[in-house]
Every structure is written in C-alpha cells, then in structure tokens.
C-alpha cells in the first residue's frame, strides 16, 4: 500500500486551457474526496464520491469542474477554460466507513498563467 | 463570520516548549474533531481525533474538546524541531478545516 497518489505534482497551463489531474486512492477505500487548497488557507471540500457514485458537490464547483471515478477505484478531476483564480494544490484523499479522518494524497499544484 | 476560526500565526517557539494550538467553530452539531499536520509542499496527516468533548493523548500530543465553548485545542510537549508545520483543525463529519497555523520550533 502505497498511500494516496495523484498526479502530476506540479501543471502550470495557460488561461483558457483545459488541464486533468488523477488520484488513485488507497486501493481498499470505497470513499473519494477533492479539496482545493489556497496559500494560507485550509482545504476547500469541492467533491465526494462513494464507489464510482458522485454524492456530493459543493457550490464552489463550478460548471468548469468536473470530477468521474468510473470504475470506483482511481479519479480524475477537469477544469475547463482554466481562470487565474484556479491556481491552487489540489488534495484527493481516500477514507474507508470505519476510519477515523482521510488520507490525503500530496496533491496537484496548479499555476495558472 | 467562517464556520470554523484558527489563527493562522505564524508561532515560532524554542525546542522543548509546549505549544498551544486552538480553534473556534458555531457549528453546534459537530461531534467529530481532528488535528492534521502539514509539512511543506505535503499533503494534510491525520494527527488526532476526538469525539465529542474530553481529552486524549498520544504521545506528546494533547487534543481537548469542550463542545460548551465551541472551542478546541492541541498541546505539544517537549516541542521538536520536527514538528515544525502547519497544523489545521478539522471537524464534522464532512471535514470543514479551519486556516491552519503555521508553527517553527526553532533549535
């Protein structure tokens, strides 16, 4: 078991550009989660998923976003049409039902330009 | 007014210190309080967990809830420069984090 994955560690993209990150999360893990972290900030809870099912959103996900897992096991986050204010680390963290709090990945750090 | 405050410092103390870290929150319905650590350029680590009000210790490590306050807080014993992150108060069961404050324990 290697933790949480995500991928790539560093995006820098231009405005307008479409960018993807991966997570792979604990492999026995059926829960899902993207935060969105700013400089000085704690994590933002943008998404949720249970298996391969999307459960929850938060209105900070814009149209622009868009999250799948699937198969239930790894995830993938869009942004679409990037904008400035999209510059942040990007955390996933995976939890199973009985586990006390997430396992967070080291997240994707996006600039964008 | 943020469902959950910390100040997000930064504090910067000599080794062997205790630390003190607290946040606030008005959410009345949290029952589940978390501590994670976050070093530089990592992703947040699960330090402690409490339900509901009281205290627990691990180690160096001090959480206490007291749920009358709305109010909780982390002790670090005998502080290292290790220990020198970000620590971010998390609580409920969706996981609304406060700040984060930013310590150094300098040798």
């Known amino acids: 078991d290697t933790g949480v994955s995500q991928d790539p560690r560093h995006k820098i993209t231009k405005r307008g550009q479409n960018v993807t990150f991966r997570c792979d999360p604990i492999s026995e893990h059926n829960r899902l989660y993207w935060y969105r972290q700013t400089l000085g900030q704690g994590p933002e809870f943008l998404t949720y998923f249970q298996n391969e099912a999307q459960l929850e959103k938060s209105r900070l996900l814009s149209d622009r976003f868009s999250a799948e897992r699937p198969k239930g096991s790894f995830s993938t986050l869009e942004i679409q049409r990037t904008e400035q204010g999209d510059s942040a680390m990007y955390l996933c963290?995976?939890?199973?039902?009985?586990?006390?709090?997430?396992?967070f990945g080291s997240g994707t750090r996006l600039t964008v330009v | 007014q943020k469902e959950v405050e910390q100040d997000p410092g930064p504090l910067s103390v000599p080794e062997g210190a205790i630390v003190s870290l607290n946040c606030t929150y008005s959410n009345s319905a949290f029952q589940y309080f978390m501590w994670y650590r976050q070093y530089s350029r990592k992703g947040p680590e699960l330090l402690m967990y409490?339900?509901?009000?009281g205290n627990k210790e691990d180690g160096r490590f001090t959480a206490q809830v007291d749920k009358s306050s709305k109010y909780i807080s982390l002790f670090i014993r005998d502080s290292q420069p290790s220990d020198s992150a970000t620590y971010l108060c998390?609580?409920?069961?969706?996981?609304?984090f406060g700040a984060g404050t930013r310590l150094t324990v300098k040798p």
């Open positions: 998390a609580m409920g069961g969706d996981m609304r």
């Open positions: 963290a995976s939890s199973s039902p009985h586990q006390r709090g997430y396992t």
């Open positions: 409490t339900y509901s009000s």
